[in-house]
């Protein structure tokens, strides 16, 4: 069964980095593409990033473009989102997804059919 596990979130200061990994298994990663997505509490969850196939084109949200990057090594079907300059409201559960839609990407949660469990990233003084 296809699977994807997040990791590398935590308790980070504002204005400090952090970069999210995101692990595909039991299938290509090249076949498809990314999103990033996160969910605070009491809020839906919203697309912040995307990456197509081929990691040619990418997409952003308002909210974190300029700070976030997203990146995927299809050799060792690895997804990371790096994550700087990071403020209190980015706090969130953060998932990774994936989709064979297309050829470009789509932020849009409907779109995408594999999910990780998530990873908590909490941004505080």
């Known amino acids: 069964q296809m699977q994807l596990v997040e990791s590398g979130g935590g308790l980070v200061q504002p204005g400090k980095s952090l970069t999210l990994s995101c692990i595909a298994s039991k299938f290509e990663l090249k076949y498809y593409a990314i999103g990033w997505f996160r969910q605070a509490p009491g809020k839906e969850r919203e697309g912040i990033s995307c990456?197509?196939?081929?990691?040619?084109?990418?997409d952003y949200a308002d909210s974190v473009k300029g700070r976030f990057t997203i990146s995927k090594d299809n050799a060792e079907n690895m997804i990371y989102l790096q994550m700087n300059s990071l403020k209190p409201e980015d706090t969130a559960d953060y998932y990774c997804a994936a989709t064979t839609w297309g050829e470009a990407c789509s932020r849009a949660r409907k779109e995408y059919d594999y999910w990780g469990q998530g990873t908590q990233v909490t941004v505080s003084s």
């Open positions: 990456i197509s196939p081929r990691g040619d084109t990418k």
